[in-house]
């Protein structure tokens, strides 16, 4: 029967993703800034035998609601924030089994000193780190890095996939794993012909190598990614193994897991090698009854404002009639549905949109009930939507996570869908997947680099042309 994996949803700022709860009374978020609420937070996750603490991250401001980065400010969505691969260290030195998936953007940074900070996390951890590709989406972002605008989508992707060839040739090609000897009687502490330079020249790296650190149990971290896009879907299809999947029905997220696993195959892998995950909201009490009572209790500290500055809106949905469309009014202001087109229809009305936005219903996984309402529900998403696992919201830190440990895992856990202990000393890897893999499959694209005779031959681009279209 599959168990649930849960990664604790986390990012370092006050106000992530459920903007206005750091005013509720007793709630943590303001303490982001210190270590030891860090130290509690991985302390607590793994009490709870969560898979990882994942922590998501941005390079940028959310300036485009009111043009300006006041609201942000205001409603501290995403800023200030630290850096979250600092954390990491930390964490691990207080635990011995929870994973940290952390993000971290192919766009703007070079790949070689990217790689030496993962080869060094997972060397730390004992290869209990996860990686979240992201290509960044704000413009802010683009310009804290010295360009005007974001490079286009589907090109961030073509670059994103040159960045991985880099990396797996560093993490996967450039040390054997016997290269280091430690031999004090014959002064040899590596062998230097077990040691090879890369020598990457590609369109946007060149990239001479060696890597400068040593193999880790796991080389390659474990590989997550978010994606909806043709060309997202296809770079993951290479190189992802857990994938935030979404959709409105459960229909959507099986035809979304189905054709990502075809996509995979089509990449030589098996339908089996990428894990789903889906960012789930789950409000729990002791009854449905209280459980209702502390939704109510979070949705008066809920700002509408700060949904607005996450979401990047055009417009500023308080401003106008209930009664009108979305598009219409857009169209009116000569604004794109860029943006907001991500969590809205044009059709809908602004009334609605704002219900939808307060509600805090964030879709297909949202809940709120008893332990047994929730463990039903999970049990659905398990078993009839086909996910692996979850991203657990944060509403209240840490209240949020206590509920789920104390209600919702002895629950699931008398029902066998939750591991009742960790197994000792696994990597990340292997604990979404099984005992033994610890490392990439000898057929995923980034092994290659394992034969050195690849490391001379380029690999074939991900996209023979741009804008990626499947057709093509
Ligand atoms: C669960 C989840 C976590 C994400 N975390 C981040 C993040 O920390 N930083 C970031 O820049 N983008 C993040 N994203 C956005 C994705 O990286 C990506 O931009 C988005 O899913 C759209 O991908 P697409 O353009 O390929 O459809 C996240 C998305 C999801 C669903």
């Not at 000393?425 to 033994?436: C, I, M, Q, S």
């Amino acid at each position: 029967m599959k168990q649930l994996h849960v990664n604790l949803f986390e990012m370092a700022c006050v106000s992530h993703i459920v903007h206005g709860m750091w005013r509720a009374p007793g709630n943590n978020r303001h303490r982001y800034s210190e270590m030891e609420h860090w130290l509690e937070t991985a302390k607590l996750a793994e009490a709870g035998l969560f898979d990882a603490v994942f922590l998501a991250d941005v390079i940028g401001t959310y300036d485009r609601f009111g043009e300006s980065n006041d609201a942000a400010l205001r409603e501290a969505v995403q800023i200030p924030n630290l850096d979250p691969l600092l954390l990491v260290p930390a964490m691990a030195a207080v635990t011995k089994n929870i994973g940290f998936g952390v993000t971290f953007s192919t766009t703007y940074e070079p790949p070689f000193a990217f790689a030496r900070r993962m080869g060094t996390l997972d060397l730390l951890t004992q290869g209990r780190v996860g990686w979240n590709i992201v290509t960044s989406y704000l413009r802010s972002a683009a310009q804290n890095f010295g360009l005007d605008d974001e490079i286009p989508h589907d090109e961030r992707y073509a670059i994103a996939d040159e960045y991985m060839d880099v990396l797996y040739k560093l993490w996967e090609g450039s040390w054997d794993d016997n290269a280091v000897l430690k031999d004090a009687a014959a002064g040899i502490y590596t062998n230097p012909s077990a040691v090879r330079s890369i020598n990457h020249t590609g369109p946007n790296f060149r990239v001479a190598g060696p890597h400068l650190v040593e193999p880790s149990r796991q080389r390659t971290p474990l590989l997550f990614q978010a994606t909806g896009s043709s060309a997202g879907l296809e770079f993951a299809a290479r190189h992802a193994e857990v994938v935030f999947i979404g959709g409105r029905t459960t229909e959507e997220v099986r035809r979304n897991i189905a054709k990502t696993r075809e996509q995979a195959v089509a990449h030589g892998r098996k339908p089996d090698d990428i894990r789903f995950i889906v960012m789930a909201g789950i409000i729990v009490d002791e009854t449905d009854a209280l459980a209702s009572k502390k939704l109510e209790h979070y949705r008066r500290y809920y700002s509408v404002e700060g949904a607005l500055v996450h979401a990047q809106a055009e417009i500023d949905l308080r401003r106008y009639d209930v009664n009108e469309r979305i598009g219409d009014v857009l169209l009116r202001e000569g604004q794109s549905f860029g943006n907001m087109g991500r969590r809205f229809r044009p059709d809908q009305t602004i009334g609605s949109a704002l219900k939808q936005i307060a509600s805090f219903d964030e879709g297909r996984f949202f809940v709120v009930g008893s332990p047994t309402t929730v463990a039903d529900q999970i049990e659905n998403w398990l078993d009839v939507d086909g996910i692996d696992g979850i991203n657990l919201r944060q509403y209240h830190s840490f209240d949020t996570a206590r509920d789920f440990i104390s209600l919702v895992v002895p629950e699931l856990q008398q029902r066998g869908r939750y591991r009742t202990a960790y197994t000792p000393d696994e990597t990340l890897r292997e604990r979404l997947f099984e005992p033994g893999r610890a490392r990439l499959p000898a057929y995923h694209f980034g092994a290659r680099y394992r034969d050195p005779q690849n490391l001379t031959a380029p690999a074939a681009p991900l996209f023979s042309s741009l804008p990626f279209s499947k057709a093509s």
